[in-house]
């Protein structure tokens, strides 16, 4: 079994950046063979559109950043309940006034806009001293929905806890 491949599997299949230690204690390793292994990792995937790069003395493997608009489309996307929520409500009241939102969901709203809006599920436009919000394509594609399926956007709201 080479090292390599061992640690290659265990980074892919990670869903954060792992430090040496926690590879180590994962695949029962010496920490310089997994260290050795690691760099040789970063090396192998130079002339891919996949690299495995340290963050604040942690690994992770990723798309490479110019790769990754090709590939967000396709990669599941965690989404607290909360957001889902607030989702929902835009997608069925859409075009919707930040402030009214925040009627309904409170301060939290703010936060929340911009964790859908870095994700791509939202556009904000500036109207006044507020925002119009919308839904992008991408929230339609990543839950399946069509545009003009209110019933369909009901059932999400549901499905997040708001009725």
Request: proline share 2%.
């Amino acid at each position: 079994m080479k090292a390599e491949r061992v640690i290659e599997a265990v980074l892919f299949a990670a869903s954060r950046p792992l430090s040496i230690e926690e590879i180590v204690e994962a695949v029962g390793m010496e920490r310089k063979r997994v260290k050795k292994a690691v760099e040789a990792l970063k090396n192998f995937y130079e002339e891919s559109a996949i690299e495995i790069t340290e963050v604040n003395g942690k690994y992770v493997m990723e798309v490479k950043a110019e790769y990754a608009e090709y590939a967000k489309k396709f990669a599941p996307v965690e989404l607290k309940k909360s957001l889902i929520k607030t989702l929902s409500l835009i997608a069925y009241h859409q075009p919707i006034k930040q402030s009214d939102l925040k009627k309904l969901l409170g301060s939290n709203v703010y936060e929340h806009v911009r964790e859908l809006k870095r994700k791509g599920f939202i556009n904000a436009k500036k109207e006044g001293r507020t925002k119009l919000i919308t839904t992008t394509q991408y929230f339609y594609d990543y839950f399946g929905i069509d545009k003009k399926d209110k019933e369909a956007i009901k059932n999400l709201m549901e499905k997040s806890g708001k009725k």
